[in-house]
Structure formats: C-alpha cells, structure tokens
C-alpha cells in the first residue's frame, strides 16, 4: 500500500477515535511528518500530561509510552511496536535501587527519564537530558545518586561541580559506541562546522562540542546559529527536522553507527494499525503508577 493512502487512512483514524499522535525525534521521517507533534522526551511527557484527546499513540519507545500513562491515567496510551523499547532503561533494576536506599536513607535518587515505572517509583525526582542540570541543582543535598546514564552523568557532575554525583553503569547502546577517531576525522573534513553533541556520548566526545543538548535543544541551537554547516552527535532521526527547518545548512552525523534500532522499529503501517485495533495498550497497577507519578510530576514543576 503507499503511504498516501495510509496517511490518509491514518488521518481519518485519528479523527474518528479522538487520538493524537507524539513521535520523538528519532522516529522516521514519515512518522514525523504525520504526527501531531514531535519533540524530545520533556516535550513528549508535556503533551501527554495536557493532552485531550481520549487515545495517545506514543511513537517512540516503551519508556515514554509509560511515562504518558504515568502522567495521563485515564487515557488510552498505545505504543505501535510492543517490543520498541530502550536497552538503556533495562540498565538499572529495582531491586538494586532498593538495596542502595537501605544502606544510604540520606542521599537522595535522581533516575533519567529513559527507565521503568518500577524504577521511578524508587526514585525522588526524573530528568530528561534538557533538565538534568537545573533539576539536580535545585536537589537540597551535596551527594545524588544519577541512574543509569553514565555519559549523562558526567555531564551533569561537570555542570554542577559543588555536588558529589554518584554515577550508575548504564549508557546508551548507539550514543556510547561514538569514538574520538570518528570526531577527528569529521572534523577533518569539515573544520568550520559546529558541532553539535548529545549528553549520552562520552565526555572525550562531549569535549569536542560547540553545544550539548537534547534532541530538541540541538534543534534549537541549529534554527537560531549563524553557522551553516553542523556535525550532529545524536541518532540520525533528527537530521530530518534540522534538514526540513534549514534548507540552506548543511548538516552531517558525527557517526554512522548513530542509529537506534528500536527508535526505527515503528512504521506507518503500525501507526495505523493501532489506530484500527488499539493493541499494545500499556497499563499500570494503581499503586505502581502513583508512586512513580512524583517523580515525574516534580520534574515537570521544575521544567
Ligand atoms: P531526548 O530526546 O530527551 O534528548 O532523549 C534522547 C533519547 O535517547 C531518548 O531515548
Ligand atoms: Fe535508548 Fe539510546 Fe535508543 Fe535513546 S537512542 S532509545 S537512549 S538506546
């Protein structure tokens, strides 16, 4: 089928049963170009909790389908690809934070928003990589637990040098496999580009960047800039917005192993698809979705 009928289809869909659709900026260029908005991890959970339509379609991964539920219960919340999820998230378990919270009552747990429900619910407040910094200044106490994002981590610890930051092992299975040799060769080939890094590479990559921001914040950076040319150090996805948005920058990626297989799993067809049967609805037991709301809900308060 081509994808004008689909979209159409899509369109008529969400009409009919009162549905909006969020994609992040890693899903596919025909994926954004239908959706009803399209944005980084903050933006997708602000959309969720204001949203008034009675079905979300989350076109992302399982993660920030979750967090839609968390932050709107009473709505259906349907993720296209049941298995699209983060292996990041699956880097840190309950159980362990648990054991952490017993042996130190006093230091406060600030888990990224790329983790499960069960691991909010543990945790004092979330952050995305476009609030990190700001949320972990506002927490009242000199030493914080950070999971599971390294990469994101060490940022952190650099922005905000007066606290102790206890790092997680977790990383980013595409962020984290960028290697210094393939900065220096980019920007052997482009040396007036800007480069332009997300906070889940490592710091020797960080150290290499104009900016360090989240998906929507590189975005940002770029549609404002002078410049016109830029090496982009995050999933591929986010290429076709800047590209859209700019016409006449140009605009590279750091890496070509800079695309997450999960985030490409969902196609039109499955949009469509969980418009016409409403499958992969997630859902929550009460207790487990309140408890990881204030987590959530305190970051939104500070975004
Ligand atoms: P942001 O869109 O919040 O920058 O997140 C990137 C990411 O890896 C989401 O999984
Ligand atoms: Fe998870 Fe990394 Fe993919 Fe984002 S890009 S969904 S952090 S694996």
Redesign the pocket.
Known sequence: MNNNKIINEIKKLKEKKNAIILA?N?QIPEIQQIADIVGDSLKLSQEAAKAKEEIIILS??H?MAESAKILAPDKKILLPVKDA?????EMVEVEQLKAFKKNNPNIPIVCYV?TSAEVKAECDICCTSSNAVNIIKNIPSDKILFVP?QNLGQYIAKQVPEKQIILWEGY????HRVKATETKMIRECYPEAKFLIHP?CQPEIQDEADFIGSTSQIINYANSSQADTFVIG??IGVLHMLQEQNPDKRFFSLSPGLI????KKTTLEDIRNALVNEENEITLSKELRVKAHDALKRMLELS
Do not use: K
């Not at 999820?85 to 998230?89: F, L």
């Open positions: 992040h890693y992302g991964v993660f999820g983060c292996p990041m998230a790329n994002d980013c299975i595409v962020h889940e995050t999933e997450c297989a999960n985030m």
